[in-house]
């Protein structure tokens, strides 16, 4: 697994540690490995942002751990109150897949399934998900790895170009051929307009959902 | 000629980890005792660092150092430093903190204390051209590359000669002409004298530009988001004072950069000095707003251009002064290559140019998708309209007489061009779009919406030479196919891979593309920029295949018998062109070339490739038979792309908004290697095209020099729903001489085609208002419609 740590040095890190330590800590650890999921104890924030007002660290902010459902598996890890969803799937989760165009929900490179609906995972707090079911870019293939009909249009399509904004792009798709599963090229390009694609393929992608969505009406 | 895999479609090896997300990119990456850097950067436009104190920030928990201005390789003037005691703009960073996390971080840069001497600053380049104006530097106001950092002011005179609407046409710092320009205006029918503006906007590419660096066994690791691979090495190695092979570079994937990543840029060198200083892996992230201030942006213009034209439309004189606003530092040389543009474009039988670069205090300027040639396009084609209009000539006719030819010359010095087809693009273009039954509808009005149609046209250089190639076969008979070239996202780096496959006839399945990280060893190529790939790229990877078939042929006649010319190659193997039977296999070739040793297996080298092709081909050595080159193909002159464009719109005469109902771009690019990754281009590049005409520019504050809008959601690239639903695109498909089967690129010409095909038919929608200004906005259509002032000034920049 992608497992990223950093030595707990930081306030907030000690916090956490504090936190640990009143659960036991061989206790901690063996709920961890038999959960099969490693949680972090990477204290990592996004903290300031240059033009944008900075939340400080705030007293009381402690990591907790927590069990989310994650591509259908429990993952358990340690979450701060502030966290959002993208920051723990790319950095506690190891899972990549899921982009930061803009930490802002401008772009929707960050977009993730919540109970099958589109989110930008960079605005949803990782405690508010805690009862819900997340699907990211990484879980969405077949059974047997194979792709999903929408990241096969893609290829089909040629509709990535840079590839930056294609893991979004193909949540919005897959969300929205999920309570549409026949639309309109005028509704894919409503349903995807939160994804911005810099290197303008809008068309190619348009083209990659009508034939995922021709392909499922097929079969 | 049919080739086997030239023309064809065919699934790029990395489009499959798009869309798994499985493709990394800088940001993506971790290494073991990770941490983290935030930078300091600077809050005005221009002041001088009298005192950096640290000591609290160094003295909290968690903050493991900080890398101050003092500490970083210095970059020559005004060339853009790594950090900076004086910085030029807002935005700019003055040092680096590295934590354990970024909390941290940020919250050390909160307790260090900065003493700034403000010094005086502009952020328009007429206010710093004026008596006695500011200068965005302290060593002058003037320069570009190629051009002496200078300090230039034009005479009070000049400005009250010019007045408040027309560009003032002081003393120029550049200046060229070719033909008698007087006797041309003298000639004219109709001559045209227009001011114009055209706006810096940023590049908003996807990925910030983060940066992850570590150093293990001497040696310095980066992960960067470049456009460019092998171009980046030699700029990055100096920014961190290392030498090339002391570095590994590893890019393979970029989440955009449309030139603003396309060589190595002075930030990504941060996370490498500072990982040098405190011992430890150093991820830098950039955020989105940072990439306003850090990414840089498109040169703005302020303009002046005179055109005459004849009876027949034909353009008898033209007559060009740009004022460039080129930021802060030397970035790129947009005025020149506006006009070559005017030039090549509309082949003027006369022709002056004349350009000043400021320096303003404003974000760093790049080359942006067509520099120069895109922003001129915007201006120039809705002036041909104008002249079209009132010569009572169709629009599509002025272009056509206007085409460029083979006999076209460029510049003063009358350089030649290899290939020109607009006219065909024009005319194939035309006849799809159905110009002239579209055009019959133009001004026609439902309710607020009236329709314009418009054709565009725009040109980029779409080719370089003198690179080198470096192909391998190895004893399982595959062939491996070395490319520096980057990864921008235009599948090229394959596509032209495929032309060292076609000279050896290989399966595709039978090649393996190297590329993306130095471990690769690559060899010395040009950057993934300027539209060059597909002519570069398939010169290199032709001289190389050529060279792995040279010597394949020699070990056969070595072995079987005869001479190397008595073989051919099918795939599979070297047979004997009178008996098929006597063969080798490509397998059995590599390994006997490995057995051979010397110039078959790049143990021997050419004596004229590049250090780097040097050090990666002896790398190679003894793994396989090795075909390695540099390109030293004839050339013949400058190879142009081109590309027309034609649109259709519904302007709302009540909102100020447009919808583009149809829309076609058409290319020049010489033989089509991927068709499917040509209309990529076509028509992303389109889509840019729109945001250039109609959305994009950047705002800056002029009372604190504080830059406007730095979010997606205000600096506007063109989203879904700024798009026509469908779009159509097509190409000309005519060999280019000097490319080894025909290719050369195209990624810049449709942005301008299409920014500017627009921009006429909005004018087309108002009767033919020009408005001699991008981008153009639906105040600025409202206020039109309605016979008002504009809200701006002629020639204010950076305005909203």
């Known amino acids: ?219 | 000629m049919t080739y086997k895999l030239i023309g064809k479609n065919f699934t790029p090896p990395d489009v499959v980890a798009k869309v798994t997300g499985e493709a990394k990119y800088a940001e993506d990456f971790r290494v073991e005792g990770m941490v983290f850097c935030r930078l300091l950067t600077s809050p005005m436009p221009h002041a001088r660092v009298k005192n950096i104190d640290t000591s609290e920030a160094l003295k909290m928990e968690g903050v493991v150092g900080v890398l101050l201005p003092e500490e970083v390789t210095p970059v020559p003037a005004p060339n853009a430093p790594i950090l900076t005691m004086e910085p030029l703009y807002v935005g700019q960073p003055i040092l680096a903190v590295a934590a354990v996390d970024e909390t941290t971080a940020q919250d050390a840069i909160e307790k260090i204390k900065i003493d700034y001497e403000p010094l005086p600053f502009t952020v328009d380049p007429l206010q710093s051209l004026f008596p006695g104006g500011p200068n965005a530097r302290s060593d002058g106001n003037v320069g570009a590359q190629g051009l002496e950092l200078q300090t230039l002011k034009w005479t009070a005179a000049d400005f009250a000669q010019a007045g408040d609407s027309k560009l003032p046409l002081g003393k120029p710092a550049e200046e060229w002409a070719f033909g008698d320009v007087d006797a041309g205006f003298a000639k004219s029918k109709v001559v045209y004298d227009e001011s114009f503006v055209t706006a810096s906007n940023s590049h908003h590419s996807l990925e910030p530009r983060s940066a992850l660096a570590y150093w293990q066994n001497g040696k310095c690791f980066v992960h960067g988001s470049t456009q460019s691979q092998s171009f980046v090495v030699p700029g990055l190695a100096q920014f961190i004072g290392i030498k090339p092979e002391e570095l590994v570079y590893i890019s393979e994937f970029c989440g955009g950069g449309f030139g603003s990543k396309g060589s190595a840029y002075p930030s990504m060198a941060i996370p490498a000095l500072m990982a040098k200083k405190i011992n430890k892996p150093v991820m830098m992230r950039i955020s989105r707003a940072e990439e306003y201030y850090l990414g840089s942006a498109r040169n703005g213009f302020q303009g002046r251009v005179k055109l005459g034209f004849g009876a027949d439309g034909r353009l008898l004189a033209a007559d060009m002064y740009i004022v460039q606003d080129g930021g802060c530092d030397n970035g790129f040389w947009d005025f020149r290559n506006a006009a070559d543009a005017l030039n090549i474009v509309y082949n003027p039988a006369a022709m002056r140019f004349r350009g000043v670069p400021v320096y303003t205090n404003t974000p760093s300027r790049t080359a942006q998708r067509g520099p120069g040639e895109n922003q001129i396009a915007c201006i120039l084609e809705p002036l041909l309209d104008k002249a079209a209009r009132d010569l009572k000539i169709d629009r599509l006719q002025i272009r056509r007489i206007n085409s460029p030819n083979l006999q076209t010359k460029v510049g003063e010095d009358r350089r030649a061009i290899t290939s020109a087809y607009l006219h065909d693009a024009l005319v194939k273009g035309a006849a799809r779009f159905k110009w002239d039954e579209r055009k019959a509808r133009s001004g026609q009005r439902k309710g607020s919406k009236v329709t314009g149609v418009g054709i565009g046209q725009a040109y980029h250089p779409a080719g370089f030479n003198g690179f080198d190639g470096l192909v391998r076969i190895t004893p399982d008979g595959k062939l491996h196919i070395h490319t520096g070239v980057g990864n921008l996202g235009t599948f090229s780096h394959s596509g032209t891979a495929r032309i060292a496959a076609e000279v050896l006839k290989c399966d595709w399945d039978n090649c393996i593309v190297e590329r993306g990280d130095t471990r690769k060893h690559l060899p010395w190529n040009i950057g993934q920029f300027g539209s060059n790939t597909s002519f570069t790229m398939a010169r290199t990877n032709y001289v190389a295949a050529m060279d792995a078939l040279t010597k394949m042929k020699e070990i056969a006649a070595r072995d079987l018998g005869g001479k190397p010319d008595d073989y051919d190659v099918d795939g599979t193997k070297v047979f004997a062109k009178g008996n098929p039977g006597k063969s080798l296999t490509y397998a059995a070739v590599a390994q006997r070339a490995i057995d051979l040793g010397g110039k078959y297996t790049g143990k021997e080298l050419p004596e004229d490739i590049n250090p780097m092709t040097r050090a990666s081909a002896t790398a190679l050595a003894g793994s396989g038979l090795i075909g390695v080159a540099k390109d030293t193909l004839p050339v013949g002159g400058e190879t142009p792309a081109f590309a027309a464009a034609f649109v259709e719109i519904e302007l709302d005469v009540e909102t100020g908004q447009h919808r583009i109902v149809e829309f076609l771009n058409v290319g020049d690019c010489g033989t089509v290697i991927h068709p499917m990754g040509l209309e990529t281009q076509l028509k992303g590049g389109s889509v840019q095209g729109f945001g250039l005409a109609c959305l994009e520019h950047i705002i800056i504050d002029p009372q604190n020099g504080l830059p406007g809008n730095v979010g997606l959601y205000q600096a506007k690239p063109p989203t879904y729903l700024d798009c026509p639903t469908q779009m159509q695109v097509d190409w000309v498909d005519k060999p280019d001489p000097t490319s080894p089967m025909g290719t050369k690129g195209i990624g810049e010409p449709p942005m301008g085609a299409a920014a500017s095909a627009l921009l006429c038919a909005i004018s087309d929608a108002l009767g033919g208002h020009v408005f001699n200004r991008t981008p153009v906005k639906p105040d600025m259509i409202i206020n039109a419609v309605a016979k008002r002032p504009m809200s701006h000034k002629p020639l204010q920049v950076n305005t909203q």
């Open chain 1, 1 to 219: 697994m992608n497992e990223f740590r950093v030595a707990p040095a930081s306030g907030l890190a000690r916090a956490r540690e504090d936190e640990a330590t009143r659960y036991s800590r061989r206790e901690f650890i063996k709920r961890v490995i038999a959960s099969g999921a490693v949680a972090s104890a990477a204290t990592y924030i996004y903290g300031g942002l240059q033009g944008c007002s900075r939340q400080g660290p705030v007293a009381g902010f402690v990591e907790r751990l927590v069990s989310l459902n994650v591509n259908g598996e429990t993952r358990r890890v340690d979450v701060l109150p502030n966290e959002t969803l993208a920051m723990t799937l790319r950095y506690k989760l190891g899972l990549t897949g899921t982009k930061l165009g803009c930490d802002r929900a401008e772009c929707g490179a960050c977009t993730v399934l919540i109970d099958d609906v589109a989110y930008n995972s960079c605005s949803v707090l990782t405690h508010s998900v805690r009862t819900r079911k997340v699907t990211t870019i990484e879980g969405i293939r077949g059974p047997n790895g194979e792709l999903h009909p929408v990241q096969q249009a893609f290829v089909e399509e040629l509709a990535p170009q840079c590839g930056f904004c294609t893991p979004g792009q193909v949540m919005s798709a897959v969300a929205l051929l999920k309570r549409n599963p026949k639309p309109t090229r005028d509704e894919c390009r409503h349903a995807l307009s939160g994804n911005l694609c810099r290197c303008g393929a809008y068309d190619n992608y348009l083209n990659g959902v009508m034939r995922a969505a021709a392909g499922a009406a097929s079969t």
